[in-house]
């Protein structure tokens, strides 16, 4: 049976690149590491990593075995920290798996409310581009909770807290702004310029589905690797943005219409087991708050957007 310490031992290994490596982080000699290696590919009954000349890399049984080694090493991490908390030793910390454009609207008033209950408590984040980046960093055991779109064909508990919605980005003086107009069809946007995102941003996709709904592909005038960027970039005259409401900073001088048809994101809470008492109490609190729009996006958004969903 795999020990935890030849887990951990596999992917210093896997994440270093080298065994010589890997015996520094490890503070063991590499004799030592390398009998451990074999010892754990004896009890697997396979080889998981072939050894290169200047490197390793993983076979297929190691590939496979990866994501349960990291997720192993996860799990005994938070069963140290949920004991050490137990007795006083610890302050409690959620870790908390998302996407970066949900730290931008969601989260802020999520944690200023959680933080702010009972002293001690703290958090930390793990956040993604893409959906499907964030659902395999939770598989493999990153984080406590993921908040972010539904995972696709996940085991574990998945709880809908919610609805995302978008708008549509403006400059003060494009002609939309210059009109009484309170939503604008994506369809009459089929031959404008847009702020676009990075390829692997998990918004490039909710814009270009939504154009292609509309019967268009979006022309880039310009691709952000920052969600935050989008809405900035809009309101200096760049293109049209498409962004998520409660991401829009105070402040901001653009104006905000609502696409015809809306475009909305659906918002979970999920985890690979049964969520422990922390967790579902901040589950709880996005619950909550997570469909709440400060007052500064209120006043920006058309009639009703600030209650969808």
Do not use: K
């Not at 490890?26 to 030592?32: C, K, M, N, S």
């Amino acid at each position: 049976m795999a020990t935890l310490r030849q887990l951990e031992y596999l992917v210093t290994v896997v994440e270093t690149g080298s065994f010589t490596h890997a015996a520094e982080l490890l503070h063991v000699t590499q004799p030592a590491l390398s009998h451990q290696i074999r010892a754990l590919e004896t009890s697997v009954g396979g080889a998981l990593l072939e050894r290169l000349p200047r490197s390793v890399r993983l076979t297929p049984m190691g590939r496979a075995m990866l994501p349960h080694a990291r997720a192993a090493l996860a799990d005994a991490g938070r069963a140290r920290a949920a004991a050490r908390q137990a007795g006083g030793l610890e302050s409690a910390e959620l870790h908390v798996a998302t996407l970066y454009s949900v730290t931008l609207g969601v989260l802020p008033a999520v944690l200023r409310a959680w933080l702010g209950r009972q002293p001690g408590r703290r958090v930390r984040l793990f956040e993604h581009r893409h959906a499907d980046e964030l659902a395999a960093a939770m598989a493999a055991g990153q984080a406590d909770l993921a908040i972010g779109p539904p995972p696709a064909q996940w085991d574990g508990p998945i709880r809908h807290i919610g609805v995302e919605e978008f708008v549509v980005v403006v400059a003060p003086d494009d002609p939309l702004a210059a009109s009484e107009r309170r939503e604008v069809d994506l369809a009459e946007l089929a031959g404008r310029d847009w702020v676009h995102y990075a390829p692997g941003n998990g918004l490039a996709e909710v814009l270009d589905q939504a154009c292609a709904a509309a019967g268009f592909q979006p022309r880039a005038a310009i691709r952000t690797e920052q969600s935050a960027a989008a809405p900035l970039l809009a309101a200096a005259g760049l293109g049209p943005a498409l962004v998520p409401a409660n991401s829009v900073p105070a402040g901001f001088a653009g104006r905000l219409l609502r696409p015809a048809p809306a475009v909305r994101r659906p918002l979970t809470a999920y985890t690979r087991t049964r969520p422990d008492p922390l967790a579902v109490d901040f589950t709880e609190t996005v619950a909550e708050h997570a469909c709440v729009f400060p007052e500064h996006i209120r006043a920006l958004l058309p009639p009703g957007a600030a209650s969808a969903g």
